[in-house]
């Protein structure tokens, strides 16, 4: 049966699905087709949740031409990600709040020193990395100084 995942803020995808189909596996299909990643999308219908381990039978509204409203979550930044790990590592949440904003102020003050050539070498990196390509020989040779190691 086909389905219909339609983003909120704008954009749509068609997909093919059974119903043994797992609500992952549509996230999967969504991240293929729309590059977005499954850990940032919420998959909604008829304003519930869908459950990442049950199956498109386990809900009998979904139909051939059914609609999913797809919800983009937020990726959590530095701060809340760093405050988490500091949390898990034993910390109290004031520690780890402290630490956070410590360590937010480190990767400020180290940034602030870059030239604007550095931070261009280091986005095309990160570009790079995403795509899962590297460097050439060439580029990577006449940058022998790790510049803008964090």
């Not at 339609?6 to 954009?11: D, E, F, W, Y």
């Not at 004031?94 to 870059?114: P, Y």
Request: charged share 35%.
């Amino acid at each position: 049966m086909k389905i219909i995942v339609k983003k909120l803020q704008g954009g749509e995808c068609c997909l093919e699905v059974l119903p043994t189909t797992h609500i992952l596996d549509i996230k999967r299909q969504v991240e293929e087709k729309l590059k977005i990643p499954r850990e940032e999308q919420k998959l909604l219908l008829l304003g519930r949740t869908l459950v990442d381990q049950k199956t498109v039978a386990a809900y009998p509204t979904i139909k051939d031409g059914t609609k999913l409203n797809l919800v983009v979550k937020k990726p959590e930044g530095l701060y809340e990600v760093s405050v988490k790990y500091f949390k898990k590592m034993g910390m109290t949440e004031s520690e780890a709040t402290c630490a956070a904003i410590r360590l937010l102020k480190i990767v400020q003050d180290k940034l602030n020193k870059l030239s604007w050539d550095d931070i261009e070498r280091l986005s095309m990196d990160c570009l790079l990395d995403e795509t899962g390509q590297a460097r050439t020989p060439i580029e990577t040779e006449a940058e022998s100084d790790d510049v803008y190691s964090l």
